[in-house]
């Protein structure tokens, strides 16, 4: 890692823990172009935890083994909730060095929490010395990858899911790690939304997943280029040390990756461009099988858009307000409120 990228990371969970020290602990066919994601029509398969006793409302701080390694994860069950109805699951992913447990708050799901009933999950990456990190390297054998899969069982279990509603977004290496999520678990990740972190991985061969993505043009971090802090690097400073599988698929930038998305979704080759604002482009695919839209933000940062956290901008670059992607990826998850 580059002094300057390492620095940058830090200053992202210093930033991003002093902002939320005040705060409280898709469907498969394709929309009408510049709809949301229409939610699944398929009959809700109950799973084992409707109608079992299970947790209350509130927030919850769990442990579980998983590939012999004990993990943590935040659970956040909503008011009303009773466990007789299935209720969709949202993951949050959390960035490369950023606490797990802060991720709901800076990411705004508190502010959906009145809008949608859904349950959040929290998890976190295993430690490298004490920087939390995802294995979201494109490589087969992916502990990660298990483990989500281990906990979408465990919660199943205990909870009155929807498996037919799971989602999962992140910023930066959390948006790596959904992005390989939705290539690796697709009979079991109904849609992903990557924050400045969408990649596409080499031999995602399953299901169509819908893709909705946001990146600045302008993130020094995890460039729109491809270069930074991309999965593989990630992997290589905190998993592998030096000792990678060769050869590690490479990520050309967002742009490839999302083109990728577009072909793997069954979407006409070229996207239509819409001006959201004189510094936000929506592109999006039509003919698809499955929605596949990206948010181009020109001159953006290593940012999540409409979310301003204070002395941010000065490491990570512009945050624009013209749209709000937890707005946006919640509409897409869930539907229009």
């Given at each position: 890692m580059t002094r300057s990228f390492a620095a940058g990371t830090v200053a992202l969970a210093l930033a991003i823990g002093a902002c939320s020290a005040g705060g409280d602990t898709a469907g498969r066919e394709a929309p009408v172009p510049?709809?949301?994601?229409?939610?699944?029509?398929?009959?809700?398969?109950?799973?084992?935890?409707?109608?079992?006793?299970?947790?209350?409302?509130?927030?919850?701080?769990?442990?579980?083994?998983?590939?012999?390694?004990?993990?943590?994860?935040?659970?956040?069950?909503?008011?009303?909730?009773?466990?007789?109805?299935?209720l969709p699951v949202v993951f949050a992913l959390h960035g490369l060095t950023v606490n797990y447990a802060i991720v709901p708050t800076v990411s705004g799901f508190a502010d959906m929490a009145g809008r949608y009933e859904f349950v959040t999950v929290a998890p976190s990456g295993r430690l490298d010395g004490g920087t939390p990190f995802w294995h979201a390297a494109p490589t087969d054998d992916n502990y990660d990858v298990a483990f989500v899969a281990d906990l979408l069982d465990l919660l199943a279990r205990e909870l009155c899911i929807d498996?037919?509603?799971?989602?999962?977004?992140?910023?930066?290496?959390?948006?790596q790690m959904s992005s390989v999520l939705a290539c690796?678990?697709?009979?079991?990740?109904?849609?992903?939304?990557?924050?400045?972190?969408?990649?596409?991985?080499?031999?995602?061969?399953?299901?169509?997943?819908?893709?909705?993505?946001?990146h600045g043009t302008d993130d020094t971090?995890?460039?729109?280029?491809?270069?930074g802090?991309?999965?593989?690097?990630?992997?290589?400073?905190?998993?592998?040390?030096?000792?990678?599988?060769?050869p590690v698929p490479a990520h050309h930038g967002v742009d490839a990756a999302m083109r990728n998305w577009a072909e793997h979704?069954?979407?006409d080759p070229e996207p239509v461009e819409q001006a959201v604002s004189p510094e936000v482009t929506r592109r999006s695919w039509r003919?698809?099988?499955?929605?596949?839209?990206?948010?181009?933000?020109?001159?953006?940062g290593h940012t999540w858009p409409g979310r301003v956290v204070p002395?941010?901008?000065?490491?990570?670059?512009?945050?624009t307000t013209d749209i709000d992607a937890t707005e946006l990826l919640f509409e897409f998850f869930l539907g229009v409120a």
């Open positions: 510049g709809t949301s994601a229409p939610a699944s029509t398929s009959t809700t398969t109950l799973v084992p935890g409707c109608g079992a006793p299970g947790a209350a409302p509130g927030v919850y701080d769990r442990t579980m083994t998983s590939g012999g390694v004990e993990r943590r994860f935040q659970l956040t069950v909503p008011e009303g909730y009773d466990g007789t109805r299935p498996p037919a509603r799971v989602f999962s977004t992140g910023q930066s290496n959390g948006g690796r678990l697709p009979e079991r990740i109904t849609a992903v939304a990557p924050v400045a972190g969408v990649e596409f991985a080499p031999e995602c061969d399953g299901e169509p997943v819908p893709v909705m993505a946001f971090i995890v460039t729109y280029e491809g270069g802090l991309n999965a593989a690097t990630i992997a290589e400073l905190h998993h592998w040390k030096g000792a990678a599988p060769t979704n069954g979407c003919g698809c099988h499955a929605e596949t839209v990206l948010y181009v933000v020109e001159g953006g002395g941010f901008e000065t490491t990570f670059g512009h945050v």
